[in-house]
């Protein structure tokens, strides 16, 4: 039943989705980048073996349709710094799209 339930709901389906959530309380601070880490989105096509009218065997690999590549970093924050919440670095930090990081010297 459970498993219906999922299924209904989308659940392990084709679509490969990242959600972010904005926090403008994190904007113009500072953190240390902990682990680098690459997911694709896009929808998943599997692939497959089939044979041709000549009795060719074929095979098409799985892909991902309209595929984007995202780097995401896990950063811990530096504490000190004001409107920072301490549990923020509580389980080993988050996770941020490098589109969101910008490198200081």
């Not at 403008?24 to 680098?36: G, H, Q, W, Y």
């Amino acid at each position: 039943m459970a498993y219906e339930i999922v299924k209904k709901n989308g659940f392990g389906g084709r679509d490969r989705k990242l959600f972010t959530t904005m926090r403008e309380s994190l904007r113009n601070k500072t953190a240390d980048v902990m682990e680098r880490k690459v997911i694709k989105t896009g929808k998943y096509h599997s692939g497959g073996g089939y044979q041709s009218n000549d009795g060719d065997w074929d095979y098409e690999p799985a892909y991902l349709e309209n595929e984007k590549t995202h780097v995401l970093y896990r950063i811990y924050l530096d504490y000190g710094q004001e409107n920072v919440c301490e549990n923020i670095n509580l389980g080993g930090g988050i996770w941020i799209e490098r589109t969101n990081v910008e490198k200081i010297l």
